[in-house]
Each structure stands twice: as C-alpha cells, then as structure tokens.
Nanobody, 125 residues
C-alpha cells in the first residue's frame, strides 16, 4: 500500500512552466506505474501521462505530447511531470495515481488503486 502526495502546483502565466512531483508519504513507488490525471471544474477527470513501474515506458495523451514530460527518480521515491508552454485550459487539479507493477498504457481511472489528493494548477492568460 502507498500514500501519494502531489506538490508543485501554483499560479503561472500562459506560456510558463511548472514541474509537479508525486511522492509517497508511506511506502515506495518503485513497484508502481504512476500516472497523472487532471480535473477541471465541471469536467470529468482526464488522463495525461503515465510511466511504467520500470521507468522504461511512457505514454502521453495526444493533447499534451510535446509539452509534458513524465519521469521518475526511484532514489528520491518521486515521479515528476514537467509541464511547458502552459495554457489557460490547463487549469485544473492535478492528481497522481499508482498501479502496482503496471505498464504505461493504463489510461482509465479504474486501473489505478491509489490516488493523491491533488495539487491545483492555475494558468492565467
């Protein structure tokens, strides 16, 4: 079992960058695939990107390709998502999620067993 904590959110202007972090307050992330999802007000939660438990495979939703990069540092027990060229429509609460020994192409919420509380990202125009 693992408890996830996101950090790194905040307010940024359009075109700016943020790096979000997902760490484990208890347990280790090394045997988990980690994904990032986001949920904007009035919208459903949507998949953004995921990295396999080995770190050897990543997958991105089409609308973030070229702007978001996911990576993991097992020594720091942390998964990151670097977000560049942010747009106002990227404003949402960003969540990380974990699936034990998962691959990177797990895009459905129900495929993940553990979720963090989320971090708010606000992009101003």
């Amino acid at each position: 079992q693992v408890q996830l904590v996101e950090s790194g959110g905040g307010l940024v202007q359009a075109g700016g960058s943020l790096r979000l972090s997902c760490t484990a307050s208890s347990g280790t992330l090394t045997t988990y695939a980690i994904a990032w999802f986001r949920q904007a007000p009035g919208k459903e939660r949507e998949f953004l990107t995921a990295i396999s438990w080995t770190g050897g495979s990543t997958y991105y939703a089409d609308f973030v390709k070229g702007r978001f990069t996911i990576s993991r540092d097992n020594a720091k027990n942390t998964v990151y998502v670097q977000m560049n060229n942010l747009k106002p429509e990227d404003t949402a609460v960003y969540h990380c999620a974990a699936d034990v020994y998962g691959g990177s192409r797990l895009v459905r919420e129900e495929e993940y067993d553990y979720w963090g509380q989320g971090t708010q990202v606000t992009v101003s125009s």
